[in-house]
Nanobody, 123 residues
């Protein structure tokens, strides 16, 4: 088990940037595939990005590819989501998640979740 705490959310104008962080507890962080998901009001939770344990492989949803970048620092037990060129449709609660499995876009494959951080993009 790993405990996850997200931070960095907030209110930003369209076209702006935010960087989300997810701090993990536990000494096995470097063995987890890490993912970011988001959930807007009235919508299902959706995949945003994922990164392999080594950081060598990264995956993105089509809606954020080219605008968002996922990265990790295993020495700091932290995963990041740099979000640029934000759009109003990016407004959601963003969740960090961890899994021992290989990359997956399915939330059901992730065993550990943070409580989320709100991102609001105004037009």
């Amino acid at each position: 088990q790993v405990q996850l705490v997200e931070s960095g959310g907030g209110l930003v104008q369209a076209g702006g940037s935010l960087r989300l962080s997810c701090a993990a507890s536990g000494r096995t962080f470097s063995t987890y595939t890490m993912g970011w998901f988001r959930q807007a009001p009235g919508k299902e939770r959706e995949f945003v990005a994922a990164i392999s344990w080594s950081g060598g492989n990264r995956y993105y949803a089509g809606s954020v590819k080219g605008r968002f970048t996922i990265s990790r620092d295993n020495a700091k037990n932290t995963v990041y989501l740099q979000m640029n060129s934000l759009k109003p449709e990016d407004t959601a609660v963003y969740y960090c998640a961890a899994t021992y499995r290989d990359y997956s876009q399915s939330a059901n494959e992730y065993d550990n979740w943070g409580r989320g951080t709100q991102v609001t993009v105004s037009s």
